[in-house]
């Protein structure tokens, strides 16, 4: 019997003694992990949110363009989100959102809950831009746009709510793009029939609030574009070039420097050409790239842009005529030098940007006819694109020899930026191409230019000579008339 209770007890001994040690052991292995026989929480599965619609607000930059805003429309009202609510991706681009906020379709503020929620995204200069470039800027066809709900966050859109890790995942087309600053815009078509063509060229016109009922007629500012911005769409010519920096469409706006002497301020033409300015035969051939002649470089477009100016001006009884100023970048720096060599007489002043008509296809004849023009050029030292050397630098210097007294030239040594301080460029540098100039002309920072006096050769221009600050482009460019223009 003793025999049999000693073994008892250490077979009960042997069982606690087992016991305690499967606890320990379940202990550990919970602190490393679940065991096999542990089954994990499933992840939930992200529930996609009921958006109707995602509307692309396009806004234009010194760049191009660009989307800062996106506009999510539900089928009740939004309540509940912040800033930090959602988390955006352009395709596979990460966007930063800024701010958050109930608003109407198109994007304006609303201190109401509405069904549309707007989220508001820094934007830099490669990123978020709505073109693609297939020889000229187009419309890319969607935007693919994706919206989560950030961990931990939720809203709710009605009785719905929506936590942290729900989704929408949507395609923007064109139909969903909106452009508030071109919608002021009047936009339609001049048709060229004439020397045996058949031209059809876009316009658009932008008009100073008031007008029809300031102290008189307006000055009007024609802007051409570059190389770029050519096709069927002039939305394309206004954003590739940030044209609404003429307008007051724009943060940054020229208008205050023709909003004078109770003038409501400058009206604004843009023309667009089906392929570019410097084609030489209608099928987009540049007249510019032979340099072993010396004739003219011919326009397909002369004849249609002439009847796209005088249609708008002799339509508008309220432009200045004695205030008409003629320019553009590149491409449309070139037109403006060949209006001005076939109609010179038409316009108070020229501001040719980065122009591409060669000097060597400018005779002394050629020099002599628009010697008394009033002409600023501007452009950057580093223009990789149109060499400086070729182009504006020597027709400067050879308008000057022929006694130019109201011709001026803005150079800088490269193209830097107020939107993006620090751009993505191609070249590397940290400021944008060399060719870009028109910049500083939609920035109003064209505030230097070369003291004529101090320059006698080619070799005196160079951006550390370009530094007379008594006026600046459009200041200049404001006070210039047909009828006796001064400085």
Same mark, same amino acid.
Request: glycine fraction near 8%.
């Given at each position: 019997?003793?025999?049999?209770?000693?073994?008892?007890?250490? %077979?009960?001994?042997?069982?606690?003694?087992?016991? $305690?040690?499967?606890?320990?052991?379940?202990?550990?292995?919970?602190?490393?992990?679940?065991?096999?026989?542990?089954?994990?929480?499933?992840?939930?599965?992200?529930?996609?949110?009921?958006?109707?619609?995602?509307?692309?607000?396009?806004?234009? *930059?010194?760049?191009?363009?660009?989307?800062?805003?996106?506009?999510?429309?539900?089928? #009740?009202?939004?309540?509940?989100?912040?800033?930090?609510?959602?988390?955006?991706?352009?395709?596979?681009?990460?966007?930063?959102?800024?701010?958050?906020?109930?608003?109407?379709?198109?994007?304006?503020?609303?201190?109401?809950?509405?069904?549309?929620?707007?989220?508001?995204?820094?934007?830099? $200069?490669? #990123?978020?831009?709505?073109?693609?470039?297939?020889?000229?800027?187009?419309? @890319?066809?969607?935007?693919?746009?994706?919206?989560?709900?950030?961990?931990?966050?939720?809203?709710?859109?009605?009785?719905?709510?929506?936590?942290?890790?729900?989704?929408?995942?949507?395609?923007?087309?064109?139909?969903?793009?909106?452009?508030?600053?071109?919608?002021?815009?009047?936009?339609?078509?001049?048709?060229?029939?004439? #020397?045996?063509?058949?031209?059809?060229?876009?316009?658009?016109?932008?008009?100073?609030?008031?007008?029809?009922? +300031?102290?008189?007629?307006?000055?009007?500012?024609?802007?051409?574009?570059?190389?770029?911005?050519?096709?069927?769409?002039?939305?394309?010519?206004?954003?590739?070039?940030?044209?609404?920096?003429?307008?007051?469409?724009?943060?940054?706006?020229?208008?205050?420097?023709?909003?004078?002497?109770?003038?409501?301020?400058? *009206?604004?033409?843009?023309?667009?050409?089906?392929?570019?300015?410097?084609?030489?035969?209608?099928?987009?051939?540049?007249?510019?790239?032979?340099?072993?002649?010396?004739?003219?470089?011919?326009?397909?477009?002369?004849?249609?842009?002439?009847?796209?100016?005088?249609? *708008?001006?002799?339509?508008?009884?309220?432009?200045?005529?004695?205030?008409?100023?003629?320019?553009?970048?590149?491409?449309?720096?070139? @037109?403006? @030098?060949?209006?001005?060599?076939?109609?010179?007489?038409?316009?108070?002043? *020229?501001?040719?940007?980065?122009?591409?008509?060669?000097?060597?296809?400018?005779?002394?004849?050629?020099?002599?006819?628009?010697?008394?023009?009033?002409?600023?050029?501007?452009?950057?030292?580093?223009?990789?694109?149109?060499?400086?050397?070729?182009?504006? %630098?020597?027709?400067?210097?050879?308008?000057?020899?022929?006694?130019?007294?109201?011709?001026? %030239?803005?150079?800088?040594?490269?193209?830097?930026?107020?939107? +993006?301080?620090?751009?993505?460029?191609?070249?590397?540098?940290?400021?944008?191409?060399?060719?870009?100039?028109?910049?500083?002309?939609?920035?109003?920072?064209?505030?230097?230019?070369?003291?004529?006096?101090?320059?006698?050769?080619?070799? +005196?221009?160079?951006?550390?000579?370009?530094?007379?600050?008594?006026?600046?482009?459009?200041?200049?460019?404001?006070?210039?008339?047909?009828?006796?223009?001064?400085?």
């Amino acid at each position: 019997m003793e025999n049999f209770m000693k073994k008892r007890v250490s %077979l009960m001994l042997a069982c606690l003694m087992l016991l $305690s040690m499967t606890g320990l052991l379940s202990a550990c292995t919970a602190n490393e992990g679940p065991t096999t026989s542990s089954t994990p929480a499933p992840t939930p599965t992200p529930t996609q949110m009921d958006v109707t619609k995602v509307y692309a607000i396009v806004q234009g *930059y010194e760049w191009g363009p660009a989307v800062p805003k996106i506009v999510l429309e539900f089928p #009740e009202d939004v309540s509940g989100f912040a800033n930090d609510t959602f988390e955006v991706k352009f395709g596979t681009t990460k966007r930063t959102v800024k701010e958050v906020y109930s608003s109407n379709e198109d994007g304006e503020r609303s201190d109401a809950a509405t069904k549309y929620v707007t989220i508001e995204m820094s934007v830099k $200069s490669n #990123e978020a831009s709505p073109f693609t470039y297939q020889d000229a800027n187009i419309w @890319m066809d969607s935007i693919d746009i994706k919206v989560n709900v950030a961990q931990g966050k939720s809203f709710t859109v009605g009785s719905t709510s929506y936590q942290g890790g729900d989704i929408c995942s949507y395609a923007v087309t064109a139909a969903e793009r909106k452009v508030p600053q071109t919608a002021s815009w009047v936009k339609d078509t001049v048709e060229y029939k004439e #020397e045996g063509k058949d031209i059809t060229l876009s316009r658009a016109s932008w008009a100073p609030e008031g007008a029809d009922s +300031d102290s008189g007629k307006n000055p009007l500012i024609i802007w051409l574009h570059g190389a770029g911005e050519g096709g069927t769409d002039i939305d394309i010519d206004l954003l590739g070039n940030e044209v609404t920096a003429l307008t007051t469409e724009n943060e940054t706006n020229v208008q205050k420097y023709f909003a004078t002497d109770g003038l409501a301020g400058a *009206y604004v033409l843009a023309v667009q050409t089906p392929t570019i300015w410097m084609d030489s035969d209608g099928n987009g051939t540049f007249n510019h790239i032979d340099k072993s002649t010396t004739e003219k470089q011919i326009s397909w477009y002369t004849g249609a842009l002439w009847k796209a100016i005088t249609t *708008y001006v002799e339509g508008n009884p309220d432009v200045d005529t004695d205030r008409i100023y003629l320019g553009g970048c590149s491409n449309g720096g070139y @037109m403006t @030098m060949n209006i001005m060599f076939e109609h010179g007489d038409y316009f108070a002043a *020229y501001y040719p940007i980065c122009e591409a008509y060669r000097s060597s296809r400018i005779t002394d004849e050629m020099i002599a006819s628009i010697k008394d023009r009033n002409i600023w050029f501007l452009l950057s030292a580093d223009d990789g694109t149109l060499a400086p050397a070729d182009f504006s %630098l020597p027709v400067y210097m050879r308008l000057l020899e022929a006694g130019a007294q109201n011709v001026w %030239l803005t150079l800088t040594d490269k193209v830097r930026g107020t939107d +993006d301080p620090e751009p993505w460029s191609w070249t590397g540098t940290g400021t944008y191409d060399g060719h870009w100039s028109w910049i500083y002309a939609f920035n109003d920072q064209v505030t230097t230019r070369f003291d004529p006096t101090a320059v006698t050769s080619v070799d +005196d221009l160079v951006p550390e000579n370009c530094t007379v600050t008594d006026v600046n482009l459009w200041e200049w460019l404001s006070a210039q008339r047909l009828s006796g223009s001064g400085e």
